[in-house]
């Protein structure tokens, strides 16, 4: 009886051990899935790093000079300056 007994016992520890590993907290399963995370917010972290550096650029332009006002003032409100013709092409 005993000598049936340990081995039992050997194989149900070693079933909760796979269980933990593969199932459990911290196992397999939750690694990837977290590593899938990362991988998502790593991509969201460099989209809005790219983002940021244009905005600063742009508040760059700003700051330095009026050419980068009277590009946008022309293209995005249509102004022109005195004495000028406004001459759209339609492509």
């Given at each position: 009886?005993r ?5 039992i ?15 459990g ?17 790593k ?24 050419e ?5 003032a ?5 102004m ?8 759209q092409?339609?492509?």
């Open positions: 009886m000598g049936r007994l340990v081995p016992i050997l194989v149900l520890l070693l079933g909760v051990i796979q269980w933990q590993l593969w199932i907290r911290g196992g397999v399963r939750e690694t990837v899935r977290l590593e899938d995370q990362l991988n998502s917010q991509a969201a972290n460099l989209r809005a790093s790219q983002e940021n550096e244009r905005l600063t650029s742009e508040v760059s332009d700003l700051k330095e000079g009026m980068m006002v009277e590009e946008r022309r293209k995005e409100l249509g022109v300056k005195p004495n000028e013709v406004f001459v092409i339609a492509r």
